[in-house]
Structures are given as structure tokens and as C-alpha cells.
């Protein structure tokens, strides 16, 4: 693959990488771990760039997100589901 993209003049380079960033994720609890991970080093540069967030384990920025110095970000109230709501496979009607 590597090669055939060299052959039609696309850039093509390597890097090194601690072996934990390149493993593949393939069960739920390793994306979990994954995100966690991507979600501390997002809010990391934030912190280290004048953000403050009231609670960064919380807090979800979006890396598309642009913020300023002085920035304070509050946590979001929990997400909650009504009563009897039902979500996923489950949440599928039958007609009666």
C-alpha cells in the first residue's frame, strides 16, 4: 500500500511511536481507554494555554474548538434519560 502511494507521488514518511499509541483498539473498554487518554491531552493543552475548567475530567472539548485565554469552562449537568425511556437495541417499538 505504502509503495503504491509512493508510485502515484503522494508523500509518504514514517515516525516512531510508543508501542500503547499504535496498538489497535478492539474491545470497548480499550476505546474507552483511548478516548480518555485523547480527551486528557486536548484539555491538557487548553489548561497549559489559560483555560480553566471547573472540572476537566468532565469536560469534552472538540478538537475543531477554538478558545481564548481566561476562558472558564463550567461542567455540564449529567445526562439523564427520562422515566421508562429506553435507548439502543431496545428502544425499538412493536406495533400493537
Given at each position: 500500500m505504502i509503495g503504491q502511494l509512493a508510485g502515484m507521488g503522494?508523500?509518504?514518511?514514517?515516525?516512531?511511536a510508543p508501542s500503547h499509541e499504535t496498538q489497535g483498539r478492539q474491545r470497548r473498554w480499550q476505546l474507552a481507554l483511548a478516548e480518555r487518554e485523547f480527551r486528557n491531552?486536548?484539555?491538557?493543552?487548553?489548561?497549559?494555554?489559560?483555560?480553566?475548567m471547573l472540572d476537566p475530567r468532565q469536560t469534552f472539548i472538540d478538537v475543531t474548538v477554538q478558545?481564548?485565554?481566561?476562558?472558564?469552562?463550567?461542567?455540564?449537568p449529567p445526562c439523564t434519560a427520562p422515566p421508562r425511556s429506553?435507548?439502543?437495541?431496545?428502544?425499538?417499538?412493536?406495533s400493537s
Open positions: 503522494h508523500r509518504v514518511g514514517a515516525l516512531r491531552r486536548t484539555n491538557r493543552h487548553w489548561l497549559l494555554n489559560g483555560v480553566t478558545l481564548g485565554r481566561d476562558v472558564t469552562i463550567y461542567p455540564a429506553a435507548t439502543g437495541a431496545t428502544s425499538a417499538r412493536t
